[in-house]
């Protein structure tokens, strides 16, 4: 057993203690007493201890799994594979390798017919890697974990804390993996007034108030899911049909849900409230082409405090800034040769191409004042029962929980590039 398992189990007896006193004065139809108050109170302050040392045991043994995964990666031994699926297409393959040992082991064993499978998130809200170039919305996304996630907003504060659980060891379970025992909201402080004051102030004088209004946003996990459709279970034969099948389609699928919701979902239903959809984000029309509409959209946010860090376009729109020439039809084009292998940039600003926003429209802001959150990971469950036995068919669903975060809706500009009609 090692240091993280011996500090769960003394967290968890120490836990369960003090269950069975509350418990014991509970089924008597009485107040505890003052010793039994004190030994409770003791119990669960030591089952607080232990779980605090706990994760600080397992937070230092990851550190050392991920500090020696990275050192295998840039400099281990020739060969060593890096740690875990990277990517949607090593996902896939992830899942396909998974099911499939899964559904073909060995005579004597029971094969797989229904269940699920844990893989890397394909749309995880893990950093993305420093000085990476964001070739979608979610790398804008991902980073650091939003303000106000923390373990205690998820309720799990132990102090005073009284047991009412049929299972001792998944309530633990829970608070060690930080999932917060089934908690579906989230919270998180937005910034709605931002006017700074700062100034010189001569000895003794008044200084000036700065207003940095802030309100705390409560929002729920959705859960963005979809279906394959049955086909046979000998594809599972053929690594390559298969592992392109759920790569670029059910990991895409998902991918691309979470982009036009973190952008643009209207908030009704099940739909996530999108940055397009909170109020406070600026907006700029169209203004004689398309280059003067972009650079005045990025002067809206400047004049503001905000130095934008990407601009993300639909595909057709991203087109009319690649072919924007000297002359209507011949010249040198005006974004660079076509054939340089230079980062797509505008005024040094990264353009990001993404079907998650409408052609006509652009999104340029600050990707730091918005975050992608996850609840769950994605979850591949397969089904080869009922009907799909009987024609040994397989049925794929893949789901998640996540979320967005808007913490400066004000650090985003809409823009109208829709060229209007002669």
Do not use: C
């Amino acid at each position: 057993m090692n240091k993280f398992e011996q500090l769960k189990a003394k967290a968890l007896e120490n836990a369960k203690a003090a269950r069975l006193l509350a418990e014991k004065a509970d089924n008597e139809n009485r107040e505890l007493t003052t010793a039994e108050k004190s030994a409770f109170d003791a119990a669960m302050k030591a089952a607080d201890d232990f779980v605090k040392r706990a994760k600080e045991a397992k937070a230092d043994a990851e550190i050392l799994a991920a500090a020696k995964a990275l050192a295998d990666e840039i400099g281990g031994a020739p060969g060593k594979k890096a740690a875990g699926p990277v990517g949607r297409k090593a996902w896939g393959r992830a899942g396909v390798k998974t099911v499939r040992e899964a559904m073909g082991r060995a005579d004597g064993s029971k094969a797989l017919v229904s269940g699920s499978v844990t893989m890397a998130n394909p749309v995880s809200d893990g950093v993305a890697p420093l000085g990476a170039v964001p070739t979608s919305v979610l790398d804008l996304l991902r980073g650091e974990p939003a303000e106000g996630l923390s373990d205690e907003d998820y309720g799990r504060d132990l102090a005073g804390y009284k047991p009412r659980v049929e299972n001792d060891s998944q309530i633990m379970d829970a608070i060690m993996r930080g999932d917060g025992g089934g908690t579906n909201t989230f919270t998180y402080l937005r910034q709605t007034v931002r006017d700074s004051k700062a100034a010189p102030v001569a000895d003794g004088a008044l200084k000036p108030t700065s207003i940095y209004t802030m309100e705390e946003i409560e929002d729920r996990f959705r859960v963005i899911a979809h279906l394959s459709e049955p086909f046979p279970q000998r594809y599972f034969h053929d690594d390559k049909s298969l592992g392109e099948f759920l790569a670029n389609e059910m990991g895409y699928g998902l991918q691309r849900a979470i982009e036009q919701q973190a952008l643009s979902g209207d908030g009704t239903g099940e739909n996530m409230t999108g940055i397009l959809s909170t109020s406070g984000h600026l907006s700029q029309a169209w203004s004689a082409d398309l280059l003067t509409t972009l650079r005045k959209a990025m002067t809206a946010l400047q004049v503001t405090g905000v130095d934008p860090t990407a601009l993300v376009l639909h595909p057709t729109d991203a087109e009319r800034l690649d072919l924007l020439r000297e002359g209507v039809d011949s010249g040198k084009y005006l974004l660079g040769d076509p054939a340089a292998e230079a980062v797509r940039t505008l005024w040094t600003i990264p353009r990001v191409t993404s079907l998650a926003v409408a052609a006509g429209t652009a999104v340029l802001g600050d990707w730091a004042a918005a975050k992608l959150v996850t609840r769950q990971e994605a979850v591949l469950n397969v089904d080869t029962g009922g009907a799909l036995f009987d024609k040994n068919q397989v049925k794929f669903r893949v789901e998640t929980r996540a979320g967005v975060a808007i913490k400066q809706p004000g650090a985003f500009v809409e823009i109208d590039i829709a060229e209007p009609a002669a």
